[in-house]
């Protein structure tokens, strides 16, 4: 085994701390309902796309082996912070604290949101990977820009397909569930979109630096091989 193969960079180390805080941020802004215009979204959507820009970079220019790695890292963590926040709400306050409801909205997740937002990150992190890391092979690299988009719209319809009808069925009026995802994706998208120049000017100066430009020639695509990197 090579084990040069077998390690990470101190930048790759970074990108990852920030995906992370970017998961268990967009947990917390969730919790408030914002106003776009004439559009109701959560306040998710402020940091949430962020995090699939990282995926994109990371797939570009260490390969799928990392990305993987980097989307198991940050369930784990958002996991971590997810259920330390219900283990506090369910802890009785003290005397003097008054704040139970409002710290009840922000962490005490219901178990079915939890698991909805969960399942649809996993599968909406690794269908991103899998496009951007499919299409820069077919592409020998080149067309970014398509890539970063398409994985992007791919990613976050799985996302969306599955967080609503998990989280919200029942709750939210059946007929305005489709328009909730979409509006979500095509955002989202947007979101990326304006952020592809930054974004390309990124991957360069992460490649330069790295000295890296991964292709998945022979990389095997299970979801399980966590600490296969090299």
Known sequence: MDNKKQTVSVLFMLVSILFCVCLIAANVLETKQIAVGPI?????LIVFPVSYIINDCVCEVWGY?????LIWVGFAMNFFFV???AICDLIPGADYWN??????????????????SFAAFVVGSFVNAYVMSRMKIRDGGK????????STIAGETCDSVIFFPLALAG???????????????????VYEII???????????????EGEDV????????????????
């Not at 120049?197 to 630096?209: C, E, F, G, N």
């Open 99 to 116: 704040n139970d409801e409002g710290f009840h909205a922000i962490f005490g997740l219901a178990p079915r949101i939890a698991l909805a």
């Open 143 to 150: 067309r970014f820009s398509a890539r970063a988009i398409l």
């Open 83 to 85: 259920a330390m926040g």
């Open 215 to 230: 292709y998945d020639n022979d990389v095997d695509y299970s979801v399980w091989k966590i600490f296969s990197i090299g």
């Open 171 to 189: 709750v939210v009026p059946t007929e305005e569930l489709p328009w909730l995802m979409l509006w979500q994706v095509v955002l989202k998208t």
């Open 40 to 44: 109701s979204l959560t306040g998710g």
């Open 65 to 69: 082996r990392k990305a993987r790695l």
């Open 195 to 209: 952020a592809l120049p930054l974004t390309i000017r990124l991957v360069r100066a992460l490649k330069r630096h």
